[in-house]
């Protein structure tokens, strides 16, 4: 037997489709940002390090701050 | 957001197995999520692990070693060594009377061992065809990222000594 649902329960989906897209995103240019330095570390150019380092660590923190907001649309989601 | 869950509330598993479509879907994006946030935190990891090699670098000390006597290999002709150690085979290279050059024989592609074509006058990888130049191991074709690193020789008397590695970069 189906269980009915409220439709307001699937809005949230478009809004956390679009987030983790853009997690995608920001995942897959840091990837290549850490192959890329890797690439030029062996090299011998030891100066890139530090600013990939920050590069990444501003893409992670975008990412976790998409994250928190993938969670708080699925709590709020809940509530409903 | 709460780190752990309180104890009073409904159980996690009546979240996670909901009756209603919505929330299943609800559930595999928000785990999703997750795990593209956790991958985003290793490549993070590897960056740091970089810059943290790259802080502690520490210039390697090269031991001197003998390589070959002078006149013992012909023209054109090539002697394998092992430099700096035992597991590091290298290449020498007579190119004239007086002119000798050494390289890692490990293609800086995927590490086969690369060999000298004279009648090309270039160092070749047989594995993805990845061509280096004999004169100063740059890349002439192929898919090496990185010149070869080069051996630096002495000679010393009537004899050639390897005394260190120069890595090369392609720009």
């Given at each position: 037997?189906?269980?009915?649902?409220?439709?307001?329960?699937?809005?949230?989906?478009?809004?956390?489709?679009?987030a983790?897209?853009?997690?995608?995103?920001?995942?897959?240019?840091?990837?290549?940002?850490?192959?890329?330095?890797?690439?030029?570390?062996?090299?011998?150019h030891?100066?890139?390090?530090?600013?990939?380092?920050?590069?990444?660590?501003?893409?992670?923190?975008a990412?976790?701050?998409?994250?928190?907001?993938?969670e708080?649309?699925?709590?709020?989601?809940?509530?409903? | 957001?709460?780190?752990?869950?309180?104890?009073?509330k409904?159980?996690?598993?009546r979240?996670?197995?909901?009756?209603?479509?919505?929330?299943?879907?609800?559930?595999?994006?928000?785990?999703?999520?997750?795990?593209?946030?956790?991958?985003?935190?290793?490549?993070?990891?590897?960056?740091?692990?970089?810059?943290?090699?790259?802080?502690?670098?520490?210039?390697?000390?090269y031991?001197?070693?003998?390589?070959?006597?002078?006149?013992?290999?012909?023209?054109?002709?090539?002697?394998?060594?092992?430099?700096?150690?035992?597991?590091?085979?290298c290449?020498?290279i007579?190119?004239?009377?007086?002119?000798?050059?050494?390289?890692?024989?490990?293609?800086?592609?995927?590490?086969?061992?690369?060999?000298?074509?004279?009648?090309?006058q270039?160092?070749?990888c047989?594995?993805?065809?990845?061509?280096?130049?004999?004169?100063?191991?740059?890349?002439?074709?192929?898919?090496?990222?990185?010149?070869?690193?080069?051996?630096?020789?002495?000679?010393?008397?009537?004899?050639?000594?390897?005394?260190?590695?120069?890595?090369?970069?392609?720009?």
């Amino acid at each position: 037997m189906k269980v009915p649902e409220p439709p307001e329960r699937w809005r949230g989906l478009t809004a956390i489709d679009g987030a983790l897209a853009l997690i995608a995103v920001l995942l897959i240019v840091q990837l290549w940002l850490l192959s890329a330095t890797l690439e030029s570390f062996l090299a011998g150019h030891r100066e890139t390090a530090l600013p990939a380092a920050f590069a990444s660590g501003v893409m992670l923190f975008a990412c976790f701050g998409l994250y928190l907001f993938v969670e708080k649309v699925d709590r709020e989601a809940r509530k409903r | 957001m709460p780190l752990f869950r309180h104890p009073e509330k409904s159980p996690l598993w009546r979240d996670e197995f909901s009756i209603h479509a919505a929330d299943e879907r609800y559930v595999t994006r928000r785990q999703f999520a997750k795990f593209l946030t956790l991958a985003s935190l290793g490549m993070f990891a590897g960056n740091l692990w970089i810059l943290l090699r790259a802080w502690f670098y520490k210039k390697p000390v090269y031991p001197t070693t003998h390589v070959a006597s002078l006149g013992e290999i012909p023209v054109g002709d090539v002697k394998l060594f092992h430099y700096p150690t035992a597991q590091e085979q290298c290449i020498l290279i007579r190119l004239s009377v007086d002119a000798y050059v050494a390289y890692s024989q490990k293609c800086t592609h995927l590490s086969c061992a690369v060999y000298y074509a004279p009648e090309h006058q270039r160092l070749e990888c047989p594995c993805h065809e990845g061509y280096f130049s004999v004169r100063d191991g740059s890349v002439l074709q192929g898919p090496p990222p990185r010149p070869l690193p080069r051996v630096v020789l002495e000679k010393l008397g009537n004899d050639l000594f390897a005394t260190g590695i120069e890595i090369q970069s392609s720009g």
